[in-house]
């Protein structure tokens, strides 16, 4: 547990942001550990800051992180704290900086297509904002309605129309950033805030997108402004087999259907879970094993167009055309249904509270099937050894940005009863989520599409994946962060402090 | 409009659907309450909170659909797919 | 593996700071919360869209149950922190456990009872929250809240005298309800109501000595002096054999039909009804002519209690399309599960600045849409704070009985 940080730094971290930003309550602390499941709250205290300050200001910020530069404070950016990868859990207690309170929208250039935000501020409630001008910020997470556009830059998150709009990398234009030693800086394509498109000097918006707060913090971000879609097309077939559903999943990807903004492939082990619930699902007869669905947004006559030749795949696909209610219902629907906990089941059947653990791996299509078997094999290891698992199936959404072909963010959900956590069903975790990740890049795929790489297991196969790579991260930490105070411990970046 | 009878809060006895769900209120299914025996029991809802939970998944569903597209095109069930007007969504 | 109590003290030897019975009854319910980790619930609480704060937020009141089960936290850490809720009930809607599978396993989420367990718990223990203490002393001591401040006393007696010349009589079949803030400090609200109830043909009585509801008592940890209203409120109703009792304001509605049945076994003898539904219905039906024009343009705020808590939202639009001359810009009641006064559950007795700024947003909501000067509620909590930050800006703020009596063309 993090000693009680000393009445010095907070006294001077007071004259930052003043008296009603800075807490050290015990409240404040360990109100700000924990990212969603799983968290080893057997292990809260060892996650909890030693203070927390809630900026107002790139100044701020810039500042507190200069005062830990000079005391060896660890810092940790934290905006909605709902990343899949710890990557706002502290690991080293020190100072957390809650980015929540700069969630204004600064600016809405029409004539540029821009908008300006802090980074506390949610998709959602932006969209909100900008839908009086026909506009939408369309960067759609599962946590759409809850993370925040700094958390969505320090994962360089992924959307689901992402193969219409793009995902969190190109709808963020440029970011001013606060660097470990505490300079402000502003990156982008090239110079102008607002520039789409650049060649000059190094290009880096792309090293900072992703970085999980390794190596700054953002203070303000640029984002498109897509005109508001007048029509949306949705369409779910359903298969008696998973290969007949991943080859027209594959199909429909391919279309090159410009409109099409996404496609989406559940597994057998998700429709058996889906049907837990059946009453929001929509009942469906045993023959549907696996199900494809796609989604496409734009102009009602592109749309027509664009749906008649998706539904010419499906229609000569073997599948069957699910119907209309679970398009009305089912599309925007998905990511509020299907990590509810009382989904989570014992080995004999009695609901039990489980928390949503998303493994989010990238795979080339052709491997899909082939990792989807390995996948459930270790699910089902774990499954055997402690109750406390349950595999809730996966999902195969498309990767591209832009271009829906190509990989896919393969997620397996696996349920944890975490009121059951101890020592060895965390270890057994750990390792499972090692060999996840293992198969992943065995099959030419990445650990992680979306949420980053941060965690336990999964995080002691960056350097094989990354090879050459790892050794310019290690090189590029060091040189922005001599001090290691910025989110100190994560991404094995300790190393780039070791003598050789 | 919401009277409230205290009697009237009571569901229905539960009739099988399928092996794990039940009903009890017409077009509401549930989760067969034999399976919340063990860990985590089951809470006391009355009528008048589950009308308002159903009725707000629509309107929440309908709502988000808005957020994202001004109308939805429906392929349309056993007729020419892709054809016809859009369809306004979610008249229940 | 076994079933255990999960006290925390194989890793770091502390114990609970929870009584066993608090946490047999909300321990599934903040794991249900923990478990997710979603929160969905944090952008539409009025309170965390102005704090920013995470100890303030819905998760946070789940999360400190599940500490405090493992000794990490203690009532004394967290009390304070619980004082910042409204209970407008938007979380626990919004909760994908609720939204989407709070009927299939009739198992949803709870944020106000675990707020309002909490709260009771902190009382307990002897911490109190000044403000809210001496409110509670006072509606103990004189049967009705201090709404008009410390020292202007708000008995039974008194809770009457808006109806001063309208004739009511006492008791009987139907009783109107007619809520401490409404009575005393807004009495033009009860008094649209009466005229409004009588226009449509209704017979009503008032109660011999209305006491609070208890509501704000329930909410804000003191418990027993709610039994104490409840329990009064009960015995004036079968005084005179009353069976339906109209409920004006939905504060009262939602506490006597959350509250009160456990606490009397022949509760079922009683009808609850909404105003804003009976006199939706009486215009529908003919029963009452709306025949003066109110030249305005005006939007509808959704009362918490009625939109979120009990799924009202259809009767007061109605109600405003059925006055003449209204031009009515509405704004739908699934994006208003994000909108707030700041009024419930007394916040604004403890932390004034607060409710003012969440109210402050509210009217400035308002003043976005094109044309409207003019804010319509059906909750008198609400529309004192919404009044003040309305008189700011040019904003007049009205409750739906005062506009629509004035449409039947009464004056109030």
Sequence with gaps: MATAIADSVVDELVAICGEEHVFTGRSALFNRARVPAPFPAHRWDAHIPQAVVLPVSAQQVSEVVKLANARGIPVVPRAGGT????????????????????????????????????????????????????????????????????????????????????????????????????????????????????????????????????????????????????????????????????RTCGELARSSVATLAGVVLFD??????????????????????????????????????????????????????????????????????????????????????????????????PELPKVREKWHAIAAGLRERFEMFDDWGMFAYTNGAFKPWGDYLTEIDIGIWESKWDEESWEAWVDAKRELARVSI?????????????????????????????????????????NNIMNPGKYLLDQAYEEE | ???????????????????????????????????????????????????????ARWEHIRDIHEQWADSIVLAGEGSELGAGPPEPMGET | MAETTTSGEATNGRSSTLPEEFLEQWRDVAYNCFSSGH???????????????????????????????????????????????????????????????????????????VVKAMRAFAVEQGIHQKNWQRWAELTDRWGNEPVLGWTRETSGSKVRAWAA????????????????????????????????????????????????????????????????????????????????IICPDPHDYITIIEHYPPLDENFDEFEIVLAVDLIAEAIREGRLELGTPVQRTVTYHDPCRLNKRLGVWQSPREILRAIPGLTFI???????????????????????ELTAEISRRRIAKAQELPGVDGLVSACPWSERPLTEQGEAVGMDVFDIFEITAEAAGFEV
Excluded at chain 1, 126 to 149: H, K, M, Q, T, W
Excluded at chain 1, 323 to 345: K, N
Excluded at chain 3, 330 to 337: E, G, S
């Design chain 1, 83 to 246: 990343g899949l990868t710890d990557g706002a859990v502290p690991l080293r207690g020190g100072i957390l900086v809650d980015v929540k309170l700069m969630n204004q929208i600064k600016e809405i250039d029409l004539d540029n297509r821009t908008v300006t935000v802090g980074p506390g501020i949610n998709m959602l409630k932006l969209s909100e904002e900008l839908r009086r001008y026909g506009f939408i910020y369309p960067d759609n997470p599962a946590s759409y309605p809850c993370s925040l556009v700094g958390g969505r830059i320090g994962t360089s998150g992924w959307s689901l129309i992402g193969g219409r709009f793009g995902h969190a990398r190109d709808l963020v234009i440029s970011f001013e950033i606060v660097l470990p030693t505490g300079e402000i800086i502003r990156v982008g394509d090239g110079g102008g805030p607002k520039v789409r498109k650049s060649s000059s000097g190094f290009q880096l918006k792309h090293l900072f997108m992703g970085h999980q707060g390794t190596l700054g913090i953002v203070t303000e971000a640029t984002l498109e402004l897509v005109k508001h879609p007048e029509a949306e097309f949705s369409m779910f077939y359903a298969f008696d087999n998973y290969m007949d559903a991943w």
């Design chain 1, 268 to 365: 057998e082990w998700k429709v058996a879970y889906l049907r837990r619930d059946d009453e929001a699902y929509i009942p469906q007869d045993d023959s549907a094993k696996a199900v494809v669905a796609a989604a496409a947004y734009g102009f009602e006559d592109e749309l027509r167009a664009g749906a008649k030749r998706l539904l010419r795949i499906g229609q000569a696909s073997g599948g069957k055309y699910m119907g209309d209610e679970i398009s009305q219902g089912d599309w925007w629907s998905r990511h509020d249904r299907y990590a509810t906990p009382q989904h989570g089941r014992t080995r004999d059947g009695q609901v039990a509270l489980m928390s949503w653990h998303c493994e989010d791996a990238a795979i080339p299509y």
């Design chain 1, 442 to 482: 065995e099959h030419g795929g990445s650990i992680t599409a979306c949420h980053g790489s941060c965690r336990e297991g999964e995080v002691d196969l960056v350097p094989l994946e990354m090879g050459g790579g790892f050794e310019v991260m290690k090189k590029l930490k060091r040189v922005l962060d001599p």
């Design chain 2, 1 to 55: 409009m919401l009277v409230f009878r205290l009697s009237a809060q009571r569901p229905p006895k539960p009739e099988r659907v399928t092996d794990v769900v039940v009903t009890r209120l017409e077009h509401v299914l549930e989760v067969d309450p034999d399976l919340m025996r063990k860990h985590v029991a089951q809470q006391d809802i009355p009528n008048w909170d589950m009308h308002r939970i159903v009725s």
């Design chain 3, 39 to 113: 929160k969905f619930c944090r952008e539409v609480c009025p309170v965390t869209q102005v704090t920013r704060d995470e100890r303030f937020t819905p998760t946070a009141f789940h999360a400190n149950v599940i500490a405090m089960e493992k000794g990490h936290l203690s009532i004394e850490d967290v009390a304070e922190d619980y004082v910042n809720c409204t209970m407008c009930g938007a979380c626990e809607l919004r909760c994908p456990n609720t939204l989407f599978t709070g009927d299939f396993y009739r198992f949803r989420q709870r944020t106000i009872d």
């Design chain 3, 165 to 244: 010349g309208l004739d009511i009589p006492t008791g009987g079949e139907t009783v109107l309800f007619a809520d401490c803030e409404a009575a005393f400090k807004r009495p033009s609200v009860p008094r649209s109501v009466a005229l409004l109830l009588r226009a449509c043909g209704v017979e009503f009585g008032l109660m011999d000595q209305q006491w609070c509801c208890g509501g704000p008592m329930w909410e804000t940890g003191y418990v027993d002096i709610a039994h104490k209203m409840a329990e009064h409120n009960m015995i004036d109703w079968r005084k005179t054999h009353t069976k339906r």
């Design chain 3, 330 to 352: 509405d704004v739908d009641h699934v994006t208003q599960w994000s909108y707030c006064s700041g009024a419930g559950s007394n916040l604004w007795v403890e932390k004034p």
